[in-house]
């Protein structure tokens, strides 16, 4: 496990203090908070940030959609957030997170499963049953 330094001078976080890109979006980062394990990644507005920090369940935007998903409303595949962290340019976030069931919308563990070995991709596993 992590170690975690507290501050000794805390700062009420503004999440328009964010750096989003042109499309007013942020990168998101969902890491396992047990096993550290990279599960997704998948795009936030401010509304999106706003959202997960009051609810404490990982809402992200839906660039296709152009709408608000709520990690796992459909699927049952929740993400609690645990820790909301970010870089230090203020231009990627990363939710540490409770993952229920699957993090990728193919039933994978995580969207990581395909590697590149010895220049062949190579399927890491197969999605959960």
Same mark, same amino acid.
């Given at each position: 496990?992590?170690?975690? !330094?507290?501050?000794?001078?805390t700062?009420? !976080?503004?999440?328009?203090?964010?750096?989003?890109?042109?499309?007013?979006?942020?990168?998101?980062?969902?890491?396992?908070?047990?096993?550290?394990?990279?599960?997704? @990644?998948?795009?936030?507005?401010?509304?999106?940030?706003?959202?997960?920090?009051?609810?404490? =369940?990982?809402?992200?935007?839906?660039?296709?959609?152009?709408? !608000?998903?709520?990690?796992?409303?459909?699927?049952?595949?929740?993400?609690?957030?645990?820790? !909301?962290?970010?870089?230090c340019?203020?231009?990627?976030?990363?939710? +540490?997170?409770?993952?229920?069931?699957?993090? =990728?919308?193919?039933?994978?563990?995580? =969207?990581f499963?395909?590697? +590149?070995?010895?220049?062949?991709?190579?399927?890491? @596993?197969?999605?959960?049953?």
């Amino acid at each position: 496990m992590q170690k975690v !330094f507290v501050m000794s001078d805390t700062v009420t !976080f503004d999440p328009s203090n964010l750096k989003y890109n042109e499309a007013g979006l942020i990168p998101a980062i969902a890491q396992d908070h047990a096993s550290g394990e990279v599960l997704m @990644m998948a795009w936030m507005n401010q509304q999106a940030v706003e959202r997960t920090l009051e609810t404490r =369940c990982v809402t992200y935007w839906s660039r296709s959609r152009q709408a !608000f998903w709520i990690k796992g409303e459909t699927s049952g595949h929740i993400q609690e957030l645990v820790d !909301f962290r970010f870089d230090c340019d203020r231009d990627c976030i990363l939710v +540490v997170i409770r993952q229920t069931g699957a993090a =990728c919308h193919t039933n994978r563990r995580t =969207c990581f499963y395909t590697a +590149v070995r010895d220049g062949e991709e190579v399927e890491l @596993m197969k999605p959960m049953e």
